[in-house]
């Protein structure tokens, strides 16, 4: 304890802590409380700070509680019942919705799924006066017609409150996003286009002017599959996407810190093999990881996922651990503070974090068992990073889809080190094409056959009678599996600085 309340770095960990296990409870448990009541607790919390301000041990446990109840205010200021009883009192009516597309449509080879923010009048039933009601909207609508964002749309749909089905919180899914209800179309018009931002406007014009050059340089699935690569489109991969799945490589067609992370260190080494120094390196690093995240969309899942690969060079920058769990911790925090949703119910997130947590802290310790190993195209560092994450991301993985895939460590080290080399031909294939296609469709040829053998590699292991088994893996287990890998961890470290 003493070493906590005598340094700085540590009860600033302590306290972004506190806030985070605050948000963590409140969305576990959906506890509910009156503002009153957590405005009357940090009253409280803050008169005692400041009455044993000089115990120092009284006023960082009080400290610890106000961080808390701060963690707790900032999730209960989110739900719906809280802020904006208006919009909850019409659940199960139909209305007409006016608005615009806020976020990039998902599209699906089922349909598009849309968030609209919008607005509707309605007349309040008890005062007999109209009322406009605001929020985000979530509805599915078929392939075609396709709306874009910025679109602004009129809807006649019957609204709903979001429910958990079976084992799938659904409704936590859709509050990550902003949106707590759920529109059932009957009928939609369109009725302008000038909606949204600009900046994001021109970002999504520019995608769908590449994705009409990727469909014309390749064909279906791979087509796909290099727009999965650049910028984490998930459309249109069919079969591959339950061979990717039962193979563990998902995560190679949606943009994640693992994979930006991934990249991103192979190109550090491969700047270090042109004698870029590192210090040069990193900022080079950095600035491409802020054009993708740019190029990607900007959603708040890339910004994130940038943010993490970031984190890693920024490891390898300064070198101290401490400094590092300080400035992680403190991402988080922000990052939570800004969506709440994301720290319990963003399984997307929470495999960025850990991923991240593991190539700063697990792959320094595998690497001395492969100190032997020659470097050879990036295989090296690419064995040693997916094994890194691959300890990291597991118990969570299991817990989440209670499912192993057992091929996993084998097929991602049997592909992730041409990934680099795809994203990079693809890229390039992809501007010569604005230049002059015919070459660009000669070029095209290389990505291919690489895409193709990855492919052939993922469609064999995937077919395989052991590839996959179920496997029941509760929460407490999945606590159990990371504080041996923690302990771990920690001895590791600690006989290094011995």
Request: hydrophobic share 55%; proline share 3%; aromatic share 18%.
């Amino acid at each position: 304890m003493n070493k906590i309340l005598t340094s700085k770095s540590r009860t600033f960990f302590v306290y972004c802590f506190s806030f985070l296990l605050g948000v963590f409870l409140f969305s576990i448990f959906d506890w509910r409380f009156s503002f009153l009541f957590i405005v009357v607790c940090l009253v409280v919390l803050f008169s005692f700070v400041i009455i044993f301000w000089h115990n120092i041990l009284l006023r960082f446990v009080f400290f610890c509680l106000l961080f808390f109840v701060f963690g707790s205010l900032r999730y209960l200021v989110t739900v719906p019942i809280n802020n904006n009883k208006n919009l909850v009192s019409f659940f199960g009516e139909t209305e007409v919705v006016e608005g615009f597309v806020s976020s990039e449509p998902d599209i699906r080879l089922d349909g598009v799924r849309y968030i609209v923010s919008a607005q509707f009048l309605s007349e309040e039933k008890t005062k007999q006066k109209r009322i406009t009601i605001k929020g985000n909207f979530y509805f599915k609508s078929g392939l075609y017609p396709r709306y874009k964002y910025g679109d602004k749309l009129r809807i006649t749909c019957l609204l709903q409150k979001p429910e958990p089905v079976e084992d799938f919180r659904y409704d936590k899914y859709l509050a990550r996003y902003g949106v707590f209800v759920d529109c059932i179309p009957s009928q939609i018009d369109k009725i302008g286009e000038n909606g949204g931002s600009f900046f994001l406007k021109q970002i999504f014009a520019l995608k769908i002017i590449i994705a009409g050059k990727i469909n014309t340089l390749w064909h279906e699935p791979y087509a796909s599959f290099m727009a999965g690569l650049l910028y984490g489109y998930r459309g249109g991969l069919g079969t591959l996407n339950d061979l990717f799945s039962r193979t563990g490589v998902t995560h190679i067609v949606a943009i994640s810190g693992y994979n930006i992370t991934i990249v991103s260190t192979i190109l550090i080494a491969f700047c270090t093999r042109f004698y870029i120094p590192r210090k040069k390196a990193f900022w080079l690093i950095v600035f491409g990881i802020f054009v993708f995240v740019i190029f990607a969309g900007a959603s708040a899942s890339v910004v994130r996922a940038g943010i993490m690969g970031v984190l890693v060079l920024l490891t390898k920058q300064i070198g101290r651990k401490a400094n590092v769990a300080n400035v992680m911790v403190l991402t988080v925090t922000l990052m939570t503070l800004q969506n709440p949703y994301i720290l319990v119910w963003d399984v997307g997130f929470q495999l960025s974090f850990i991923s991240t947590l593991g190539l700063i802290y697990i792959v320094p310790i595998i690497e001395k068992y492969f100190a032997k190993m020659p470097e050879i195209f990036g295989v090296k560092e690419s064995l040693v990073t997916t094994l890194g994450a691959i300890v990291a991301t597991l118990p969570l993985i299991l817990y989440q889809f209670n499912r192993l895939s057992i091929v996993s460590p084998i097929v991602n080290i049997l592909i992730l080190w041409i990934l680099p080399w795809i994203m990079f031909s693809g890229f390039l294939v992809v501007v010569l094409s604005f230049v002059f296609l015919p070459l660009a469709q000669v070029l095209s040829w290389l990505a291919f056959v690489m895409m193709k053998y990855i492919v052939v590699v993922v469609t064999f292991f995937a077919n395989l009678s052991f590839a996959v088994i179920d496997l029941k893996f509760s929460l407490w287990t999945m606590f159990f599996s990371y504080f041996l890998i923690i302990f771990w961890v920690y001895k590791n470290i600690k006989k290094k600085k011995i």
